[in-house]
């Protein structure tokens, strides 16, 4: 005999029935995913903090890491075993707009790693979650440890307008490459702004202090353009 012919209100009403998602699931099983997604999420906080690639580091982003982490494997847990309420839940967080601009496309991985953590956990696969959490910090921490610091710098000097000549072709002695990025004058002073990359044997502290001693040299200053943030 063929089975009976179900309804959709009676299909609608099973499919979201509590029974069909994890209602059975004990709190040994919930406090058991939430701990290791806070684990996971402490090591991938660890790792962005100690493999920093940016300009500034921010420790909120540290921490939103790890909630992110937390959070997508509840939402795993709930969702994970109905349709259903799958779809409405892709749908509800596709019209969600984050209007917080993501500095460094690095911390979009990081933000992805964490997501797909929390979605591992959420569904049990700790084997997954915990071995390629390991390989991926493996990779990032090679990646850190050999990737070639820039020795881009942006000098800023202020002099007499009739020094801008012997100040170029000075520093020009002591650099790889020299680009002028900013030049204001104002009556008789001038600002500069040189985006330089320093020689692999030249000091900082000695181009200062040459640049420094240069005739009609008010005062000069260098900053790093990449720099990582302090263990």
């Not at 075993?81 to 496309?105: C, E, F, H, Q």
């Amino acid at each position: 005999k063929s089975s009976p012919a179900i309804s959709p209100t009676e299909l609608f009403s099973q499919s979201l029935s509590p029974s069909n998602y994890h209602s059975n699931i004990t709190i040994a099983e919930i406090l058991m995913v939430l701990i290791a997604s806070l684990l996971i999420s402490l090591i991938i906080n660890f790792t962005y903090r100690k493999a920093f690639f940016g300009v500034l580091y921010q420790r909120s982003f540290g921490i939103t890491l790890i909630i992110i982490t937390v959070v997508s494997s509840i939402i795993t847990i709930v969702i994970s075993g109905n349709l259903a309420l799958s779809l409405g839940m892709v749908g509800a967080l596709s019209i969600i707009r984050y209007r917080t601009a993501v500095k460094d496309p690095i911390d979009i991985a990081f933000l992805f790693w964490s997501v797909a953590a929390g979605i591992s956990n959420g569904i049990f696969a700790f084997k997954i979650s915990i071995v390629s959490t390991i390989f991926i910090s493996f990779i990032i921490f090679v990646l850190h440890r050999f990737s070639k610091k820039s020795n881009s710098k942006l000098l800023f000097i202020s002099l007499d307008v009739l020094s801008f000549e012997n100040c170029v072709s000075t520093i020009k002695k002591d650099v790889k490459n020299l680009k002028v990025s900013s030049n204001i004058i104002n009556k008789n002073n001038q600002e500069l702004i040189l985006d330089i990359i320093l020689k692999s044997n030249k000091d900082e502290n000695e181009l200062l202090k040459t640049v420094s001693l240069i005739s009609g040299v008010k005062n000069c200053s260098l900053i790093s353009k990449n720099s990582n943030s302090l263990d």
